[in-house]
């Protein structure tokens, strides 16, 4: 509370007069969330989570920040900096059972900038103790049809340099819900090859989706290449309906039926609830609340078994049961997610922002050999800010074009502004390798060339 205003004090007057006048018995409630894997049982894995796009109906920054809330402010308003980790973080020291996991490095890296030493402390900790989990772990959740390969790994590189240097891990699971369709390429080169054990993810065909439900095959060993057979394999897992809580749209009015229903299309007895949408847990501690309710009562019940879990936990479980996953071997496109409403459109819009994307993408690729040759200059121009702006215009509300106009044009400013920056590491490493300047400038030059005749 910032300050105590007379009319808020006033309604604090009436609360306590009308608190004394009719007691009403609500007591603390210690609710038992312990639980953890029960083998034989249906496991229902509680996994909280937050989808937060890197700009769509608004900017990055005004996501982050949680202004221009004139549009869509249904749950898009709110902001993702600050309040929404603080408000996690604490919901976590208060109860060690309880788990989340965050996606995008966009913005996780900017609140971590903004720490202090003793939040870093604290993060920290519930990171090594894997009670917060960094996965994905890309600076945003990359389209997979309308992004070049290159570029896909590059966005990706940055987020995953910064875990390793920062916690010292690597993320284990691939978790891209909200791209419209899937390639073969994330299989097995965004995901086997990255090093992750699963890859999550919630948009394919409406037909094989409810197929794949029938004949219990939502969850399934990919083949992304051929080339590389099943050495580039991943487990792979695909919701049965999106990533919010299920069945579609309930926010802990508990359908007793959903765990049962959702166990006699998934194969082995462990079946994961995502628990959040897209900016969820702005107050983290309603849904925790909710979730220890949840877990509490249902295992009092005893017919299931609910417990807090994270992607990685749920991935082990799956792994330990000694199932035969059914095979996919090409892509998930296009994706339909109803009669006739094809998402193909996508794949050819804004051209003039992809061409852009993809001339600044091999602009980025060599500005940064001439900058390794040249020895890079922290203080100096970088190509960093060009990479910053790349990795986020990999979005799949960015290069695909399905932001609004404003936050397109948002996208295309960064971009210019870091190809300003990149020109100077340009020209100046182009004029040192060719001898131009003698001086200071060109201070450690990695190599030198010869001409060789
Ligand atoms: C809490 O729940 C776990 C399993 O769900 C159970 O083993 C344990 O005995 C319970 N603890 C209490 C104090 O009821
Ligand atoms: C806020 O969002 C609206 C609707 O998308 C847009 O027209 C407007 O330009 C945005 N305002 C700013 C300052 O970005
Ligand atoms: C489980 O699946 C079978 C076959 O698809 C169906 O007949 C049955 O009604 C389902 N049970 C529940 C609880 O949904
Ligand atoms: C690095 O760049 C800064 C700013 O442009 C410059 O002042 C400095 O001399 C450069 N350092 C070296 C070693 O060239
Ligand atoms: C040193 O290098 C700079 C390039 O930034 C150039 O403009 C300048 O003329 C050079 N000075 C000398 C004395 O060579």
């Not at 300050?3 to 009308?18: G, K, N």
């Not at 007591?27 to 700009?55: C, F, M, Q, R, W």
């Not at 009015?253 to 702005?282: C, K, L």
Request: charged share 20%.
């Amino acid at each position: 509370m910032d300050s105590l205003t007379p009319s808020s004090l006033l309604h604090l007057v009436i609360f306590f007069f009308a608190a004394s006048w009719y007691p009403v018995k609500s007591e603390y409630i210690a609710y038992n969330t312990t639980a953890g894997i029960v083998p034989g049982k249906i496991n229902v894995h509680l996994v909280p989570h937050s989808h937060d796009d890197v700009g769509w109906l608004k900017t990055v920054d005004q996501y982050y920040v949680g202004s221009n809330n004139s549009i869509q402010c249904k749950f898009r308003c709110r902001s993702v900096r600050a309040e929404r980790v603080d408000s996690v973080v604490s919901a976590l020291l208060e109860d060690k059972n309880r788990k989340f996991f965050y996606v995008e490095q966009a913005f996780f890296q900017r609140w971590w900038r903004q720490q202090s030493n003793a939040i870093k402390k604290i993060v920290k900790r519930l990171i090594s103790s894997a009670q917060l989990e960094l996965i994905n772990g890309g600076m945003c959740m990359h389209d997979e049809a309308a992004a070049h390969y290159i570029d896909m790994i590059d966005q990706t590189t940055l987020g995953h340099l910064f875990i390793k240097q920062e916690f010292g891990l690597i993320p284990r699971i691939g978790w891209q819900i909200d791209p419209f369709g899937h390639s073969a390429v994330q299989a097995y080169l965004l995901s086997a090859q990255v090093g992750f054990d699963a890859l999550y993810f919630a948009r394919i065909d409406y037909q094989d989706r409810e197929e794949r439900k029938d004949l219990k095959n939502l969850e399934i060993f990919w083949w992304g290449s051929k080339t590389f057979g099943s050495s580039a394999d991943i487990f792979a897992g695909i919701f049965p309906v999106n990533y919010e809580p299920p069945p579609g749209g309930f926010y802990f009015e508990v359908n007793s039926d959903s765990p049962v229903v959702q166990a006699n299309i998934t194969r082995t007895n462990h079946i994961m609830f995502t628990m959040g949408t897209d900016f969820m847990y702005q107050y983290a501690n309603s849904w925790y609340r909710e979730m220890d309710k949840f877990i509490h009562y249902v295992n009092q019940d005893g017919r299931v078994n609910a417990l807090y879990s994270t992607p990685s936990i749920y991935t082990d479980a799956k792994y330990l049961e000694n199932e035969v996953w059914p095979l996919k071997v090409d892509d998930f496109f296009p994706y339909a997610d109803g009669p006739n409403r094809y998402w193909t459109g996508y794949f050819s819009s804004r051209p003039a922002f992809k061409r852009y994307v993809r001339v600044l993408s091999a602009y980025y690729v060599a500005a940064r050999q001439l900058e390794f040759f040249n020895g890079r200059n922290n203080s100096g121009p970088t190509t960093d800010s060009l990479g910053d702006a790349l990795a986020i215009a990999q979005h799949h509300d960015a290069v695909s074009g399905t932001e609004k106009q404003h936050v397109a044009n948002d996208y295309a400013k960064r971009l210019s502004m870091g190809y300003a920056e990149t020109e100077k590491v340009v020209s100046l490493s182009l004029g040192c390798l060719a001898g131009q300047f003698s001086n200071s400038t060109c201070y450690n030059p990695a190599m030198n060339f010869e001409q060789v005749y």
